[in-house]
């Protein structure tokens, strides 16, 4: 029995955790002959890293790389990398817990009267492995762990407003109310043994014509909790009572916060950020019933902006919709068409999702940071592990264009795929490791002594990048030897029999235009779903944070990863963990700090025009002094001197002075198609198809912008996309967590 020959375009997160699973089988090498062709020297696609060895072989990202605690498939996912690929106990980051550590310190920036203010967030830290949690949520236990969440922030709200003389008893007139309030306290009386007097008073004036009935907002919260947390245990949707009483509960605590709260908002942060967190979860939570996602899903609320629906569902759009936390989800997921930061759009269903699952199904930390950069941390175990079991990889192997074809059946079929091999190496294969302090690592170049001397000289001579969509190394190539690189061509039946295309959304109409011209539905997802250019920039300190002025450390002595900032660069995260696994002289610098948002490009030339991504990279270096210049102050004071920005605190070589100290640092932007952030706009996740979901019957999609349960631009979503795929090929894994999020529950 002949083997079935897979070739697997792009090294990136789907694709990689495609070939993971692909290799399970002990006996897979008897089945499948699996080939990965890959751009460049490394493997990662937006993941990607690089060791930079001029500069204290510093990780170069291409942007902030953190994993989410709600993450389930990825760490079961890395968990398994790590634990197959078994590294000697005295290697750097042996372990999956070595290489990840949990994260509870988040910082949002709020805009009040005209300067910023700082909101740190402490998140609890809780129990667990991520990779023994669940995404797959049932209605009701989204809805009991979010009433959960809106309980604490009622309890600090009442506690605050009644510091300042505010009411704090609620009165329930209208007859059908009472109604509600019956079934409520029946519900609770039959499962609940401890009711206290002051709640059992409040059921028996509920079923009492002739009292009065009386509560708090601590009461109502209290007994809502219970009557969900009964319905997240039985997952019981048929009475639509259940519903009303959240509805008509978490509606009266809105009316409450409005008369009671509203006037405080500006003068207090603490009442102000509670009443944020209540007033987003009574938004979502009427939203969830009100437009009956219990019974659609939530893909039947992806046709409106998130912003636009909790505006929809009475969210204050002055404090809430317009809030940090939203704010810093958009920035998040860079949700700003073509990176204009006037338009931000991200599917209601998407983001409600994803916020839910982000905030109540972590385990761990609420965030886990990367001990090294992504490529050594994720890309250089999965490679280490695919290689030792047989996985071949073709390095500078641009693939140029899919073509179409037949096949016995009349069925559809990718028949060929044009590559371009960009280099010539000394020996049969290339070996794409630097070690860093005894950990492998992908460096920020190729490494050129494996390069034939002649082109090795000519790519330094002209500072080529091999990864770059714009390259200008075919004419190079062509006017020094006299001829163009070198190509070759693989054929159906004889190179491949199947395809994994895993070199994202935004690639599909460069290499695929015959493809797309015979699939309405693949033209639709390639035009629909939308990518947007984003930009970085890392800059290396000689002062810590406390140093810069940023005095806002929990007990737990976390580095802050902030959001919801002055744009661009809205995102900020304090690095300083990875200068150990850096390697300076022993006056290295004290302090890192990662930067990152959406870059504003609406058009992109044709491959040509080969000084685009030089003019583009030369826009963020403009924003990324400006930040510094103008916009760090209200984060690191004491970087600043006479309102001007201190330069001596940047680590430079010796000789560098004022501005000129920026010249070491490192920015960078993403506006390759390969590069480019995909989005969730409006309307766009009925577009994305599932792994097989093209005509083309060898062709397997797989990235995080085809049909995933997450449906967003994130590690998790392209994990899940990965396990897809292989599921579609060989049936392993059988189960992946939280696929069907966006499929209703029932009733």
């Keep these: 029995m002949s083997r079935e ?41 937006k993941g990607a890293s690089g060791r930079n060895a001029q500069m204290g072989e ?51 920036q709020e805009y009040i009267d005209n300067e910023w203010q700082t909101w740190p967030i402490d998140f609890p830290v809780l129990e667990g492995n991520p990779a023994d949690g669940t995404l797959d949520l049932h209605f009701w236990q989204l809805i009991e762990m979010t009433v959960a969440w809106l309980r604490k922030f009622i309890g600090t709200l009442e506690e605050e407003v009644s510091l ?38 409040f059921f028996q004036s509920a079923h009492d014509d002739l009292r009065e009935i009386w509560s708090t907002p601590s009461i109502l919260s209290q007994q809502l909790q219970r009557l969900v947390n009964l319905r997240a245990t039985d997952k019981d949707l048929s009475n639509s009572k259940d519903r009303l009483v959240v509805w008509y509960l978490v509606r009266k605590l809105k009316r409450w916060l409005n008369s009671e709260a509203i006037e405080l908002l500006d003068d207090n942060p603490n009442i102000r950020r ?37 505006a929809k569902n009475g969210a204050n759009e002055q404090y809430t919709v317009e809030s940090a936390p939203v704010r810093g989800f958009y920035d998040l997921v860079f949700g700003y068409v073509d990176g204009n930061f006037e338009k931000g759009d991200v599917e209601a269903g998407v983001a409600t999702l994803a916020m839910l699952r982000l905030m109540l199904c972590y385990r761990g930390g609420v965030m886990w940071k990367m001990q ?30 899919l073509l179409p074809g037949t096949d016995q059946q009349g069925n559809h079929v990718v028949e060929q795929i044009n590559i371009t091999e960009q280099v010539t190496l000394v020996d049969e294969s290339y070996q794409p490791f630097v070690f860093v302090k005894g950990l492998p690592c992908w460096p920020d170049k190729p490494l050129l002594e494996q390069v034939i001397p002649e082109q090795a000289q000519l790519i330094e001579q002209h500072d080529i990048n091999l990864e770059s969509f714009w390259s200008d190394w075919p004419s190079v190539y062509q006017t020094a030897f006299g001829e163009p690189l070198p190509t070759k061509t693989l054929r159906r039946g004889e190179d491949f029999d199947k395809v994994i295309f895993g070199i994202s959304v935004a690639s599909l109409p460069h290499l695929c235009p015959k493809l797309l011209q015979l699939d309405s539905k693949l033209n639709d997802q390639a035009t629909k779903v939308k990518t947007v250019a984003t930009q970085a920039f890392q800059v290396w300190l000689n002062k810590t944070d406390e140093q810069l002025g940023f005095n806002y450390s929990p007990p737990s002595e976390e580095r802050p990863i902030l959001s919801g900032f002055s744009q661009p660069f809205d995102t900020w995260a304090a690095m300083s963990n990875l200068i150990d696994k850096e390697d300076w002289p022993s006056n290295g610098p004290d302090n890192i700090a990662y930067f990152c948002s959406a870059f504003g490009c609406d058009s992109y030339p044709p491959q040509s025009h080969h000084d685009f991504p030089i003019e583009q990279t030369a826009k963020v270096k403009v924003n990324a002094l400006n930040k510094l210049r103008t916009q760090m102050q209200p984060l690191w004071p004491s970087a600043y001197s006479q309102q001007q920005f201190d330069w001596s605190v940047l680590y430079a070589p010796a000789g560098h002075i004022g501005e000129q100290r920026f010249d070491s640092q490192y920015w960078r932007v993403n506006v390759d198609p390969s590069e480019r952030y995909v989005l969730s706009v409006t309307g766009s996740s009925q577009y994305r198809l599932s792994t097989d979901g093209s005509i083309f019957a060898n062709l397997y999609l797989t990235g995080d912008w085809i049909q995933t349960g997450v449906n967003a631009g994130c590690v998790e979503a392209a994990v899940m996309a990965g396990m897809q795929t292989s599921r579609a090929l060989c049936g392993i894994p059988s189960q992946i967590s939280g696929e069907d999020g966006f499929e209703p529950d029932g009733a």
């Design 58 to 108: 510093r990780i170069e990202e291409h942007g902030l790389h953190v994993w989410f605690g709600a993450y389930v498939n990825s760490f079961r996912a890395i968990e398994n990398v790590y634990n197959k690929l078994n590294r000697p106990s005295d290697m750097p980051l042996s372990t999956w817990q070595e290489a990840f550590k949990p994260h509870s310190f988040v910082v949002l």
């Design 372 to 401: 090294a950069g992504m490529g050594d941390v994720i890309f250089a175990p999965i490679y280490e592990l695919l290689q030792s079991r047989g996985v071949k990889f073709e390095f500078f192997n641009q693939v140029d264009a």
């Design 5 to 45: 020959k897979i070739a697997i375009l792009g090294g990136g997160v789907s694709a990689m955790t495609a070939a993971v699973y692909l290799t399970e089988q002990e006996n897979w090498q008897q089945k499948y002959d699996i080939t990965v062709y890959q751009l460049g020297w490394r493997l990662g696609g």
């Design 164 to 201: 300042h003389h505010k009411k704090t008893k609620l009165q329930t007139t209208k007859r059908r109310d009472r109604s509600l309030l019956q079934h409520l306290a029946n519900q609770v009386r039959q499962a609940f043994d401890d009711v206290e007097d002051e709640v059992e008073d």
């Design 274 to 310: 509670a009443y944020v967190c209540a007033d987003l979860g009574i938004a979502v939570l009427i939203g969830l019933i009100k437009d009956k996602v219990f019974s659609k899903g939530f893909g039947s609320i992806n046709n409106i902006d998130f912003k636009a629906w909790l």
